[in-house]
Structure formats: structure tokens, C-alpha cells
């Protein structure tokens, strides 16, 4: 991650580099600011859930810090509210699911 092109002489990998890192901030800012979850932001940005995840708790601490801390806040607030949103999906799941059966007779 901290490689100098210089030193390399590999422009297209420092460019690849500089996209991720812009990527890894870009995301962050995106959750910070909406305080949505990995899946609304890995949507947004086109890439998967696992690359969002992989961008904010592996990349972005040597990117930068502070913004980590508020992430790190953000992502862990999410993993203890999941099991209620999972419980909410199911519900409203069932609760179409009835009212498809009451209007079809």
C-alpha cells in the first residue's frame, strides 16, 4: 500500500494504488456522513461488500485515522443493530407475503 512510484517506475500500479486509496475515503466519508451500512454504501460504489469492508478496516487506518475512529464507531453501532434489522426484513417478508394470499382470493 505504501509504495513509492518513483522508486518502482510502475505508473499504472501507483495509479491503481492511488484509485483504492481515493476509493477507501470516498467510501468512508459515505458511511460517516449517512451513517448507512456496508451493503447501501458497497451498492453505491459498485463494488462488493467484502471490498468495502476489506477498504474501511484494513486501508483506510493508514490512510487516515481520525476518519477511521468515526467509521470504526459507525461499523460497530451497525453489527449490534443487525440483528434487529434482519428481524424487520423477515417481518415485513411475512407481512407481504399474507397480504398477497388475502388478495389473490
Known amino acids: 500500500?505504501?509504495?513509492s512510484c518513483k522508486k518502482r517506475g510502475e505508473g499504472a500500479f501507483c495509479l491503481m494504488l492511488?484509485?483504492?486509496?481515493?476509493?477507501?475515503?470516498?467510501?468512508?466519508?459515505?458511511?460517516?456522513?449517512?451513517?448507512?451500512?456496508?451493503?447501501q454504501t458497497a451498492q453505491a460504489?459498485?463494488?462488493?461488500?467484502?471490498?468495502?469492508y476489506k477498504d474501511l478496516t484494513e486501508r483506510l487506518p493508514h490512510l487516515d485515522g481520525r476518519l477511521y475512529r468515526r467509521i470504526r464507531h459507525?461499523?460497530?453501532?451497525?453489527?449490534?443493530?443487525?440483528?434487529?434489522?434482519?428481524?424487520?426484513?423477515?417481518?415485513?417478508?411475512?407481512?407481504g407475503e399474507k397480504l398477497e394470499?388475502?388478495?389473490?382470493?
Open 74 to 95: 459507525v461499523l460497530d453501532c451497525n453489527k449490534a443493530e443487525r440483528h434487529l434489522r434482519g428481524g424487520r426484513a423477515t417481518q415485513e417478508k411475512f407481512r
Open 45 to 52: 460504489f459498485g463494488v462488493s461488500k467484502s471490498t468495502v
Open 18 to 39: 492511488e484509485g483504492i486509496e481515493k476509493r477507501a475515503t470516498d467510501e468512508a466519508r459515505y458511511l460517516a456522513a449517512g451513517g448507512c451500512t456496508v451493503r
Open 1 to 3: 500500500l505504501f509504495i
Open 101 to 105: 394470499k388475502i388478495t389473490r382470493k
